[in-house]
């Protein structure tokens, strides 16, 4: 069974810091995807990133940055320089890899992050 | 560019009454899933369908039922409401090979 953990509820950084978000992934696949999405208090589900178990490169997109490592099953999730904006709840989500018929996500509980002015 | 359209964004419903939720994905994707978020919850998988099968079923009640369509557009039908109901309730889309899922922005539905 796939399992998404993310050790961290809540954390609340000042602006301008940077915050790391964890997680941690369980999976007897050997090919999956890995998600993060961003939940802002109006609700919607944005997309962040999406990464394949073969691609363990870390990209950086702007202020996001995000760190895979197989070795440890983590998909580590960083922002720089925080801003308020950033607020929100983050989740980290886990899929199997098949053609369409059953690659429903697994979610983490999720990160409430608060950045305060 | 088309995103995922859910109707409607709000439902009131009080306790036993019926509620359907609908799913309108982005055009030329053949899989829809369901996800159920209660407050404070992360999202939970209930249902999907590819090419108008049942593909996947996850932790959804028997009171619940969904089907998607001819032209790939699903409804969520939900009976006996009752309160533990009350939730976010996300569609989303994904093509055949491809697994990035697109999100709908979601029906909010409160039973009272």
């Known amino acids: 069974a796939q399992k998404v953990t993310q050790a961290q509820t809540e954390i609340s950084v000042v602006e301008k810091e940077d915050v790391t978000l964890d997680c941690v992934y369980e999976t007897r696949d050997t090919t999956y995807y890995l998600f993060w999405y961003k939940q802002p208090p109006s609700g919607e589900l944005v997309f962040l990133i999406r990464r394949n178990s073969f691609d363990e490169q870390n990209e950086i997109s702007g202020r996001y940055s995000w760190n895979f490592q197989k070795s440890t099953s983590s998909f580590n999730f960083t922002i720089t320089a925080s801003q308020v904006v950033d607020s929100a709840v983050y989740f980290c989500?886990?899929?199997?890899?098949?053609?369409?018929?059953?690659?429903?996500?697994?979610f983490g509980k999720g990160i409430t992050l608060s950045v305060r002015p | 560019a088309a995103g995922v359209i859910q109707s409607p964004r709000h439902l009131i419903k009080e306790k036993r009454e019926t509620a359907t939720l609908k799913c309108y994905p982005i055009?030329?994707?053949?899989?829809v899933y369901w996800y159920q978020q209660g407050p404070g919850q992360d999202p939970q998988f209930l249902i999907s369908f590819y090419e108008k099968m049942q593909s996947d079923k996850g932790s959804i009640p028997d009171r619940f039922s969904a089907q998607q369509f001819s032209d790939y557009h699903s409804e969520l039908n939900m009976s006996s409401l009752e309160l533990g109901d009350s939730a976010l309730y996300f569609c989303?889309?994904?093509?055949?090979?491809?697994?990035?899922?697109?999100f709908g922005p979601g029906t909010r539905l409160t039973v009272l």
């Open positions: 055009p030329r994707h053949d899989t």
């Open positions: 989500a886990l899929s199997e890899v098949s053609p369409g018929a059953n690659s429903k996500l697994t």
């Open positions: 989303a889309s994904s093509s055949e090979g491809y697994n990035e899922q697109f």
